[in-house]
């Protein structure tokens, strides 16, 4: 929205004012500071807008001075660059297109709202994380297996096996014993 207002206002002042020949263009080329290529077909224009590269290769062309009817053949002359300082005038004027603001007020507000709503996305996203982590860690409290107890576990059967082992070899060496005073 804000670059269709401000591509419709340059064009229009362009096709309004005339270049250092005296000229006016109504019609391409040179009619239009900005363009939308070929490629457009509908929705929002900004990706497909583009500088007019028949003003960008041939800058005289460019409609600086104003359509002066007072003048000889509407043409006050070379160095006439009121058309230019309404081009820069465009900085300051405020358009209902826009909310009631200027280009640079809109455009501050646009990014200033992007960046809150990027932060409030980013704290939405921290919170849904921490949440799935906790969800995660009682669902697994609940019906997973607890590593720490599942250890604890193993250590106890591993000193009953090595209790039980001691026996045996100590039965071993009493029968081994016995068999030698037998013997």
Known sequence: MLYETITSQFNALQTAGRDLSGTQHTAPPYDELFTTDAAYVSGPRLQFMRVNTALKDNSDRLA???????????????????????????????????????????????????????????????????????????????????????????????????????IIQTYNEIYQNIINMVG
């Open 64 to 166: 600086l001075a104003d359509d002066d009817a007072t003048a000889p053949a509407n043409f006050a002359g070379i160095g006439d660059s009121r058309n230019a300082a309404k081009m820069a005038k465009l900085k300051n004027t405020t358009f209902a297109a826009l909310n009631g603001q200027n280009f640079e007020g809109f455009h501050q507000t646009t990014v200033s709202a992007l960046g809150t709503d990027t932060r409030s996305f980013k704290d939405r996203f921290e919170s849904q994380e921490l949440l799935l982590t906790q969800l995660d860690g009682r669902r697994q409290s609940i019906s997973g297996v607890n590593v720490d107890e599942e250890a604890l576990d193993l250590m106890k059967f591993q000193r009953a096996f090595e209790a039980s082992s001691r």
